[in-house]
C-alpha cells in the first residue's frame, strides 16, 4: 500500500487490522529521521507516535524503540519467547542491511538481469559482513532461480547449494537460511527434505514472504496444486505481491476449479494494477495482467497489456514465456509455440512449471510443444 493515498482507517479495514503504523523516513548524508504513529482503525485517533532523530548506524536501534513504544501502547504481554525474538536478532552491519534491502528488491522482479544484479548486491553485502545469513541466503535464491529458469548452469546449482548451507552454518534459526535451503535442495527433486525446510523457515519466522512463496512454486512445479494454491495465498497475504495471487489463481485453473479460479484472477489483476501504478515499467506484471485480463473475459485489453510488455521489454525470455501463455489461452498456437521457442533460446524454461501451467492448454497436445518438453530446443 506504499503511495496510496486512501485514508487509514479504509486501508485498516481492508486489511483485516485494528490498528495501523504509518510515518516516514528522511535521509541527509548519514543522519535519519524517523516519523511513526499508530492509528486506531475504528475511530481514527492517534494512540501513539514519535520522531527520532539518528545516525544511519543506529538504524536498527531505532527499529527496538519503535517495536518496544508500539508494545506499550497496544498494552501487549510479551511471553520470554516473543520477547526473545524481539531482541534476539542479530543486526548486521547498516552498509551491508542497506545492500540486502537493494537484492531483495531486484530478486522479485524476476528478470534475469534483475537477479543477477540482486546476487551482486548481497555479494556486497557479505564482503561487508561475512556473518550475515539472510545475504548468503540471497545468494543462494539468486542463484537456484538462475539455474531452474535460465540455463541451469552447474556453477548456479552449486553456487545455491553452499550458499545455502554458509546460511545455515552462519545462523541456523534464521527463516531466510531456511527457505534458501529448502529452495535450493528442491532442485535435486528432494521434495520431502525441501519441503523440511521450508515448514522450519515458516515456524520461525510465519511472516516471511520467501518461505511461503518458494514452498508453494516447489509444490507447483512437483505438481501438488491444492498445496500450491493454499501457500500461495499466504504468501501473497504476508506481503502483497500481484505475482503470488497470480500464482493462487492460476493453480486453481489448473484444478479446473472455474469460479474459484475466477475470483482469484480478480484479486490478482487487482494487485497487478495497484502494483503497475507505482511500477509503470514493469514488464513482467503487464505480462501476468494480460493473461488474468484473458480469463477474465477481456482478450482485447490483455492483447494490448502483452504487447506493452514486449515494447518494455522485448528481449526478455520471461516475458517471451508469458506472452505464449496468453497466446496459447487465445488460441493463437503458433504465436505461443513461436514465443516459447523464444523463451528456451533465451535461457528461460522449466519442464516441470510447464507440464502443470494451465495457461498452456491451448497448445498441450501440440507436437511442438511436445518437442519442447522433451527436449527443451
Known amino acids: 500500500l506504499k503511495g496510496s493515498r486512501e485514508d487509514v482507517r479504509i486501508i485498516g479495514r481492508r486489511l483485516g487490522v ?12 548519514d543522519r535519519l529521521r524517523v516519523t511513526a504513529q499508530l492509528v486506531s482503525v475504528d475511530d481514527g485517533c492517534q494512540l501513539w507516535a514519535g520522531r527520532y532523530d539518528r545516525e544511519m548506524r543506529d538504524v ?3 527499529q527496538e524503540e519503535i517495536a518496544q513504544s508500539i508494545a506499550e501502547a497496544l498494552q501487549v504481554l510479551f511471553d520470554a519467547r516473543a520477547a526473545g525474538r524481539l531482541h534476539g536478532v542479530r543486526t548486521p552491519d547498516v552498509r551491508a542491511y542497506e545492500y540486502y534491502l537493494r537484492g531483495r528488491q531486484c530478486f522479485h522482479q524476476f528478470r534475469r538481469k534483475s537477479i543477477e544484479f540482486a546476487r551482486e548486491m548481497f555479494h556486497h553485502a557479505i564482503a561487508i559482513d561475512a556473518g550475515y545469513a539472510p545475504a548468503h541466503a540471497g545468494v543462494a535464491d539468486c ?6 529458469y535460465w540455463g541451469g548452469a552447474a556453477a548456479d546449482l552449486e553456487q545455491a547449494d553452499a550458499s545455502s548451507r554458509r546460511a545455515l552454518q552462519v545462523d541456523p534459526r534464521s527463516a531466510e537460511a531456511h527457505a534458501a535451503r529448502g529452495l535450493a535442495v528442491a532442485l535435486s527433486g528432494r ?8 515448514l522450519r523457515a515458516i515456524a520461525l519466522n510465519p ?20 498445496r500450491a494454491a493454499e501457500m500461495f495465498v499466504r504468501a501473497a497475504e504476508v506481503r502483497e505481491d500481484y505475482q503470488a495471487w497470480f500464482f493462487a489463481a492460476q493453480s486453481r485453473a489448473a484444478l479446473h476449479r472455474d469460479a474459484e479460479a ?12 495497484r502494483h503497475l501504478e507505482l511500477n509503470p515499467g514493469d ?14 473475459g477481456e482478450p482485447a485489453k490483455g492483447l494490448e497489456w502483452i504487447e506493452r510488455a514486449l515494447t518494455i521489454d522485448p528481449d526478455d525470455a520471461g516475458v517471451s514465456y508469458n506472452a505464449a501463455c496468453l497466446y496459447a489461452l487465445e488460441g493463437q498456437a503458433d504465436r505461443a509455440i513461436a514465443c516459447l521457442r523464444e523463451a528456451v533460446r533465451g535461457g528461460f524454461w522449466h519442464r516441470n512449471w510447464a507440464r502443470n501451467d494451465p495457461d ?13 518438453l522433451t527436449d527443451g530446443s
Open 18 to 29: 485494528g490498528a495501523v503504523l504509518e510515518g516516514g523516513v528522511r535521509r541527509s548524508g
Open 60 to 62: 536498527f536501534q531505532i
Open 143 to 148: 542463484s537456484s532461480f538462475l539455474h531452474m
Open 191 to 198: 521434495f520431502e527434505d525441501a519441503e523440511r525446510e521450508f
Open 207 to 226: 511472516g516471511s514472504f520467501e518461505a511461503h512463496y518458494f514452498y508453494a512454486r516447489a509444490c507447483f512445479q512437483s505438481g501438488r496444486l491444492e
Open 262 to 273: 475466477t475470483a482469484a484472477y480478480r484479486t490478482a489483476l487487482a494487485a497487478t494494477e
Open 283 to 296: 514488464a513482467r506484471a503487464c505480462t501476468m495482467g494480460a493473461v488474468a485480463l484473458c480469463r477474465l
Open 360 to 372: 498452456l492448454d491451448g497448445v498441450r497436445q501440440d507436437p511442438r510443444f511436445q518437442e519442447l
